[in-house]
C-alpha cells in the first residue's frame, strides 16, 4: 500500500502491509488459509487498534451483497459489509424492523456485532443480540455456519468475538414488523438528577442517549426516541428532571449541522428515520472527536 488506510477518526493508522478486498468467497477462502496472520477490518469507527495488525488486513466490503428476508423464521440474512442503514431500507420496503440501530447506520453489520457495538434502550439489548446466525472462513479457510439453534454456548462465544475467530461473510438478523417512532431532546439535565433518577431516566422511553463533553457536571443532551404502536403518545413536560425541552433540533456535537440528525420534536416517522441519531444521506461529523460509549 503507498497510503495507509486510517479509522474513520484518523487517529489510528493502520500498521498493515497489505489492504485485501477479495470478490468472491472462494477468493476469501484462499487469502485467509494462505495468510500467516490476517484481521477482518469494517467500516472503520472503532477508535482504537482493535482491527490493526502487522499482517494482512481483509474487508469482505467487495463480496456480492445479499439481503434475503425469512417470514417463516422472522429473520433476515444480510452479507457481513452491509452498513445498517442499507439493511434498515431494505427491510422497512418489505415491512419489517431490527428492534434496535446504533446512533450511526454507516456502520457495517460484522462490525459492529463483533465489538458489541450498542443500541440505546433497556429492553432491546446491544446489535449483537439479534444475531441468529453466522457465516463465516475460518483460519484453515473452511467456511462454516454456526447458529443460535443449533449451536448453543459454543455460538453465543462466537458472535462478539472481536474478529479472532474467522472472517465472517453472512449474517442472519432476527426481525419484527416494522414501527413507528417519535423522538424529543432535552437540554442541560443536572448531573445531580442523573445520580438520583438514572433507572428512571433510562427507563423513559424505547431508546435513551445521554450526551456530555466532561466540561461541567450537567449532561448537554438527552435524546428519547418512543415507539408509536398505534398509540397517541401524550405531549413531553417542557422540564423534566431539571432539563428543558429543546424547541429546535439539535446536534450531540455543539457547532455540527443538525441537517445530519434524525428528525425530532416529535414529528413522527419510521423505525429507520427515528433509531439512530444520524441520517444515513449525510456524513455524521467532522471525524475529529473521539467517543466512549
Sequence with gaps: MTTRPTNWAGNIT????????????????????????????????????????TGDLVSVAALPQTCVVDPVSSTVAVSAAMRYGEVAAHLHDAGYALRSLGSLPHISVAGAIATATHGSGNTVGNLAT????????????????ISRGSDGDQFCGTVVALG?????????????????????????????????????????AY?????????????KQVWLKHRLDGLDLPEPPTCWLGASLAGEPRHPIAGMPTE??????????????????????????????????
Excluded: K
Excluded at 465472517?168 to 448531573?191: E, I, K, N
Excluded at 440528525?261 to 441519531?277: I, Y
Design 260 to 293: 445530519n440528525c434524525t428528525e425530532q420534536l416529535g414529528v413522527p416517522g419510521p423505525w429507520h428515520e427515528r433509531l439512530p441519531h444520524f441520517r444515513m444521506q449525510f456524513t455524521p461529523s467532522s471525524g475529529q472527536e473521539l467517543q466512549s460509549e
Design 164 to 204: 479472532a475467530l474467522g472472517v465472517v461473510t453472512s449474517v442472519t438478523l432476527d426481525v419484527v414488523p416494522a414501527f413507528g417512532m417519535r423522538q424529543w431532546v432535552y437540554d442541560d439535565l443536572p448531573g445531580t438528577a442523573l445520580d438520583d433518577h438514572v433507572e428512571e431516566i433510562l427507563d423513559s
Design 14 to 53: 493502520f500498521s498493515a502491509e497489505r489492504l485485501h478486498s477479495p470478490t468472491s468467497i472462494e477468493r476469501l477462502q484462499d487469502l485467509v488459509a494462505t495468510s500467516t496472520r490476517i484481521r477482518p477490518l469494517g467500516t472503520g469507527h472503532s477508535f482504537n487498534r482493535i482491527a490493526d495488525t
Design 130 to 145: 439479534a444475531v441468529a446466525a453466522l457465516q463465516m472462513v475460518t483460519a484453515d479457510g473452511e467456511l462454516v455456519e
Design 207 to 219: 431508546s435513551v442517549s445521554l450526551f456530555t463533553d466532561w466540561r461541567g457536571a450537567a449532561i
